[in-house]
């Protein structure tokens, strides 16, 4: 049975060698490589060279066998799950979880457990991310919509590919941008040298954040953030690139505190976050069976919603709620 997964805006403009390597495919890339110019692994039905760079859009097929150790396996973990019907699953990933296996994290996925709750999942898109669209940071919370069979997965990729599917994120960043509203347009690509990292680039691909500004307390600001590109660490870049990085972030974020924040309870309930204070907060889309328009709203995690109640409670020389 060969493997089809359809290329997502993420990892277009990749090298389709250097993708399938990274994501598994093979035990090194020059089995992937082989596999390739072999044609047992095709781009979109045909025959192509390791090298050629690939499209959002594009369908891979191919049969090459993973290594054991990234073959997702069925856990029993419990999920939140927010919606659920024959063909989809929406879930409010916790802090913490990585969404598929990857080197290093082959267990605790979403993916683990989506297939221990969705047997049927196997296979839909590719063995190691089956059903998997987009994806949150594994420190980022909130909404994920999970495809439960091959049509509900080409048609969400579909309308991801095509912007079709909203999703704006709640955002704690230090400081106040100047202006209330806005977008950020910024190209990204990888950093030149710390390939674990994402930055500001001429050459990177285009990249865009609509923001607004919510609520300002003690030297941090609440953000609504749209994606209006689905690039890899988009907010968590962008809202750095701006001088208000997200708070907690512990790739993008200040090495300290900033003396800005003066409450101790505030700096505390940062000290004690475990990651980066980002929540996807709210999922649009159409349901990809019956074409229905679904929305879906997931509240702050404890941890935020804690520092959220810590803020409003600081003494502030000058408040501005934009409304919540």
């Not at 988009?234 to 690139?241: D, L, T």
């Not at 804690?306 to 600081?314: H, K, N, P, Q, T």
């Amino acid at each position: 049975m060969r493997d089809a997964f359809i290329i997502e805006d993420a990892d277009a403009g990749a090298r389709l060698d250097r993708l399938l390597f990274a994501r598994g495919y093979s035990l090194s890339r020059t089995a992937v490589q082989r596999a390739i110019a072999q044609g047992d692994i095709c781009l979109n039905g045909k025959i192509c060279k390791p090298g050629c760079k690939v499209k959002a859009g594009d369908v891979v097929e191919g049969d090459v066998k993973l290594p054991v150790e990234l073959a997702a396996r069925p856990q029993k973990i419990d999920l939140n799950i927010v919606y659920e019907d024959e063909h989809i699953i929406v879930i409010n990933k916790q802090r913490g979880m990585v969404v598929h296996p990857a080197a290093g994290s082959v267990e605790g996925t979403l993916v683990n457990a989506l297939l221990y709750r969705c047997p049927d999942i196997t296979g839909v898109g590719d063995r190691i991310r089956p059903g998997i669209v987009h994806r949150l940071d594994k420190d980022t919370t909130g909404l994920m919509v999970v495809a439960k069979n091959g049509r509900a997965h080409l048609n969400l990729a579909r309308d991801i590919q095509r912007r079709e599917v909203k999703r704006i994120y709640l955002a704690f960043v230090y400081g106040m941008p100047e202006d209330a509203r806005g977008i950020i347009d910024a190209p990204i690509g990888r950093h030149p040298t710390d390939r674990k990292k994402m930055s500001i680039r001429q050459d990177g691909r285009v990249a865009s954040t609509g923001y607004r500004v919510l609520e300002c307390h003690d030297g941090i600001s609440l953000v609504e953030a749209t994606l209006m590109t689905g690039r890899t660490h988009q907010i968590r870049v962008h809202m750095a690139a701006i001088g208000h990085q997200v708070v907690g972030d512990p790739v993008y974020g200040p090495r300290r505190i900033p003396s800005a924040v003066k409450s101790p309870a505030v700096r505390h309930l940062i000290e004690e976050l475990k990651g980066q204070a980002l929540h996807a907060f709210r999922l649009s889309f159409r349901h990809p069976a019956t074409g229905e328009e679904m929305c879906f709203e997931a509240p702050l995690p404890p941890d935020t919603a804690l520092l959220l109640d810590a803020l409003r409670a600081a003494p502030d020389e000058e408040v501005e709620e934009i409304g919540f």
